[in-house]
């Protein structure tokens, strides 16, 4: 059976600071990892994805996500953050064949002028 | 190109009664998907369709939620009867295959209140 983790309900960080969201993983055989953000009233977005190769992932808004494999971690990451980037993030998990997809609990983002 | 569409897109019933909420996925997408959102439980995958046929139904809660997908561009998911803790955002989600198989578009989702 495949299950993410996402252990902090809340991340509270400074507008130009450094944000880390925490997300660890369990599948059998090579995963499909997934980041996506939900604003207040809406679906969910995508914002990256890793299936292979580099370990560290790029994505949309200046967002990035480290896979390592060792600890089965993809946490999100962003080298400054912006008051609009508070949201509610999910991190999802895919097995081999991303078929099915299972989403974390999310964390709420709050970035603070 | 419109993105997936869900209707209704807020419906208030009382319990007893039927409640069917409708999907129209992305045009060429070859899987959907149909979750719930409550906050004590969070994002649960309810059931998902690949090419119209249902893959894996372990989500769907019990015997008063179906869900069908006649064609590539329609799907529903009924709750018949409905009870009150049934109330929550579904949403519902479509998937191309290919080389970005995986990625999810999500609609705007159903708030369901039952009352």
């Known amino acids: 059976a495949q299950s993410v983790a996402q252990p902090e309900d809340q991340v509270n960080v400074a507008e130009g600071n450094p944000l880390t969201v925490k997300c660890t993983y369990s599948v059998s055989g090579n995963p499909y990892l997934f980041w996506y953000v939900q604003y207040p009233n809406r679906g969910l977005q995508f914002l990256l994805k890793y299936i292979t190769g580099d370990n560290l992932v790029k994505g949309s808004y200046g967002f990035e996500a480290e896979f390592n494999k060792s600890q089965t971690s993809f946490h999100l990451k962003k080298p400054s953050a912006l008051v609009s980037d508070s949201a509610l993030y999910f991190c999802a998990v895919g097995g081999s064949s991303a078929s099915k997809i299972i989403f974390g609990s999310g964390t709420r983002l709050s970035i603070r002028p | 190109d419109a993105g997936v569409i869900q209707s209704p897109r807020h419906e208030v019933t009382e319990m007893g009664q039927e409640v069917t909420l409708r999907c129209k996925p992305i045009s060429g997408h070859n899987s959907l998907f149909w979750y719930r959102q409550t906050m004590m439980r969070g994002l649960e995958l309810l059931i998902y369709?690949?090419?119209?046929?249902?893959?894996?139904d372990s989500g769907m809660p019990e015997d008063r939620f179906s869900a069908k997908m006649p064609n590539a561009s329609f799907s529903t998911l009924k709750i018949q009867p409905s009870e009150p803790r049934d109330s929550a955002v579904y949403f519902c989600?479509?998937?191309?295959?290919?080389?970005?198989?995986?990625?999810?578009?999500f609609g705007e989702g159903s708030r369901l209140t039952v009352l």
């Open positions: 369709f690949n090419n119209n046929v249902p893959i894996d």
């Open positions: 989600a479509s998937s191309p295959g290919g080389g970005r198989k995986g990625e999810l578009f």
